[in-house]
């Protein structure tokens, strides 16, 4: 069993910061990708960004949408997986999602946690 939980959601303005942690745990022989998907209400969850694996040198992916502006990045030892946001826009606004691959179990997703960017 694995289980997955964000934190460092919130209230931010227009242009603000916010940095997102996700912790795994549990029965974890490793971790290969870990990333972070968004969803706003009636809409598809859509991909935010992805890391791989060390073994695979770290390669990161970002939506068009966040480029610049967010960087993910992991802490192996920790299982953790970060985003930080950066010139954050209301667009922004979504609940955020972790997602994590786990190697010869499968993939688990956290329950989400609100980001919300308005003056």
């Known amino acids: 069993q694995v289980q997955v939980v964000e934190s460092g959601g919130g209230l931010v303005q227009p242009g603000g910061s916010l940095r997102l942690s996700c912790a795994a745990s549990?029965?974890?022989?490793?971790?290969?990708?870990m990333g972070w998907y968004r969803q706003t209400p009636g809409q598809q969850r859509e991909l935010v960004a992805t890391?791989?694996?060390?073994?695979?040198?770290?390669?990161?992916v970002y939506a068009d949408s966040v480029k610049g502006r967010f960087t993910i990045s992991r802490d192996n030892a920790k299982n953790m997986v970060y985003l930080q946001m950066n010139n954050l826009k209301p667009e922004d606004t979504a609940v955020y999602y972790c997602?994590?691959?786990?190697?010869?179990?499968?993939?688990?997703w956290g329950q989400g946690t609100q980001v919300n960017v308005s003056s």
């Open positions: 997602f994590v691959d786990v190697a010869r179990v499968g993939g688990y």
């Open positions: 549990g029965s974890i022989f490793r971790i290969k990708t």
């Open positions: 890391i791989t694996s060390d073994i695979t040198s770290g390669v990161t």
